[in-house]
Structure formats: structure tokens, C-alpha cells
């Protein structure tokens, strides 16, 4: 084997090794906040937050186990990622309205920076997917 067969190799294992440790984290903090998640969540009347949480959390894994083990569907994984990275930002933008009072000139600066970086965001990932 050649030096950059064996760095090859050894970069892989140490994916694979990571990989596994912090999938490994991640499901242990997904035991111990189900608990949690299921009184303060599940048993609430749903609403509009609820579902963007549930999104949020469960697309997110889903979103990261994928990327870990299906390298042939990059697109997916990209499209999952920007829809992913919206649905975090409308929840943080929820979330400081309500702690500002419900403050309309916040909301209208928040909303219109989360849109430039939404923007951004899909030209940087999507322009490589297109021009390939």
C-alpha cells in the first residue's frame, strides 16, 4: 500500500469512529429528554410550534443519519439540510417575538434577515447541484 492509500484508510476509520461516537451521544440525549419531550409536547394540545419542534428534531436525525451512512444521495441530504436550517430559524424568530413582547418592527427584522440568509444559503448549495 502506498502513504496515501494508508492516510486514505485511516481518514475513513477515523469518519467511521466519530461518526459512531457522536451518533452514540445523540441517542443518549434523545433517551434522556423523551421523558421530557413526551409531558411537555406529546400530552399539550398541538399547535403550529409543536409540529415545528417535532420537525425539527426527528428530520434533523433522520438528516444526519443519512448523511452518516448514504453518501450516494447528496442531494437529498443538501435539500434536507435548507429545509432543516428554515424551519430552526422560523422557531428562533417565533421565539425572540414572544420575548419582545410580540414586538412588530423586531419580527419584520428578523423575518428579513432569516430571508437574506435563506437566499444565500440556496445559491451557495444549490449552484454547485446545478452546475454538475
Known sequence: MSNEEVQAVTSLLW???????????????????FEKE??????????????FYLTVRYFGLFIALISGFCYDIAVLV??????????????????????YNQSKHLLYVLVQASMCI???????????????
Open 15 to 33: 469518519n467511521n469512529y466519530t461518526s459512531s461516537i457522536i451518533l452514540t451521544l445523540v441517542s443518549y440525549e434523545y433517551l434522556l429528554q
Open 38 to 51: 413526551v409531558t411537555y409536547v406529546w400530552q399539550r394540545r398541538w399547535s403550529l410550534m409543536s409540529w
Open 78 to 99: 443538501v435539500w434536507g439540510l435548507s429545509v432543516y436550517s428554515c424551519l430552526s430559524q422560523a422557531i428562533l424568530i417565533w421565539r425572540l417575538y414572544a420575548l
Open 118 to 132: 435563506v437566499f444565500q444559503m440556496h445559491f451557495r448549495l444549490f449552484s454547485p447541484l446545478r452546475s454538475s
